[in-house]
C-alpha cells in the first residue's frame, strides 16, 4: 500500500447519520485521489485534491458528498445523511505529483461503509 | 470521456499455466496504463504500468504490452502460482490525468 492509511476500516451507519472517512497519504504526497468501489465492480473516480484544493469533483455527487485536504491532518471524505446506496468501499490513492509527470497512484486499504 | 472495457471477468487456470488479460481502451490520448492487483479485504496494488512510448513491459512473470492503434493493452503472468489468484484491474489514464477502471478479473490459480 506504499503507506497509504485509511480509517476507519470498517463503518456502520444507519440511514441519515453521518459518515467521516480519514485518508492520510504517503508521507511527501501532496496529491489525493477518492474512489468508490461497488460489489464486483471497479474504482470510480470521485474526486482529486491537493493540499487546501479541490482540483477535479467530476465524479463526486453534489448533495451530500464533500471532501477536504487541508493544510496540516488527513484528507477527510464526509458523507451527510447516508442511504443504503452509499454502501461500498471508499479507496484512498495518493500521489506525490499529479499523474501525468509519470507518477502513479497508491492506494490505501479502504473504508467499507456499511449502511443499515 | 475515456471507456475502459476488461476481458474476461473471470479466469481459470492450473497453476504452472499463462493467464492473459485484455483491456481495450476508447481515447487515443490515453498515455498511461497501469494493472492492479487487489486480494480480498485490501486495497489495489500497482503491479506493473506502461506508458504510450512503450510497447511491452516485463517484470519477471509479469509483462504487459500496449497496441496503440488498436487501441488495447494486455496483462499476461507465466507460470502462475496460488498467490496470483486474486482480482486485477486495469486502468488508463486521459489528457485530464484522471484514472479510469476496467471492471475487474477475478483470476483464480487452481493447484
Known amino acids: 500500500n506504499a503507506g497509504v492509511m485509511q480509517n476507519p476500516r470498517h463503518l456502520v451507519r444507519r440511514r441519515g447519520q453521518e459518515a467521516r472517512l480519514r485518508c492520510s497519504p504517503v508521507k511527501g504526497h501532496s496529491h489525493v485521489y477518492w474512489y468508490r468501489q461497488l460489489p464486483e465492480e471497479g474504482l470510480k473516480f470521485m474526486v482529486y485534491l491537493q493540499k487546501e484544493n479541490i482540483i477535479d469533483e467530476s465524479g463526486m455527487p453534489k448533495e451530500r458528498f464533500s471532501a477536504e485536504f487541508p493544510k496540516e491532518g488527513p484528507s477527510i471524505l464526509r458523507i451527510q445523511q447516508v442511504v443504503r446506496g452509499d454502501s461500498a468501499a471508499y479507496f484512498c490513492?495518493?500521489?506525490?505529483?499529479?499523474?501525468?509527470?509519470?507518477?502513479?497512484?497508491?492506494f490505501g486499504p479502504g473504508t467499507r461503509l456499511l449502511v443499515l | 470521456g475515456e471507456n475502459v472495457e476488461q476481458h474476461p471477468s473471470t479466469l481459470s487456470v492450473q497453476e504452472g499455466d499463462s493467464a492473459v488479460i485484455k483491456c481495450t481502451y476508447s481515447d487515443s490520448a490515453s498515455n498511461y496504463f497501469p494493472w492492479y492487483k487487489q486480494e480480498l479485504g485490501k486495497g489495489p496494488q500497482l503491479i506493473i504500468d506502461?506508458?504510450?512510448?512503450?510497447g511491452e513491459k516485463k517484470d519477471q512473470r509479469i509483462a504487459v504490452t500496449l497496441n496503440k492503434t488498436a487501441k488495447h493493452f494486455s496483462l499476461h503472468i507465466t507460470e502462475t502460482q496460488p498467490e496470483d489468484s486474486a482480482v486485477y484491474f486495469c486502468a488508463a489514464m486521459n489528457t485530464g490525468n484522471q484514472f479510469y477502471f476496467g471492471t475487474g478479473t477475478s483470476l483464480t490459480v487452481i493447484p
Open positions: 506502461i506508458r504510450s512510448n512503450v
Open positions: 490513492a495518493s500521489s506525490p505529483a499529479r499523474t501525468g509527470r509519470g507518477e502513479t497512484q497508491y
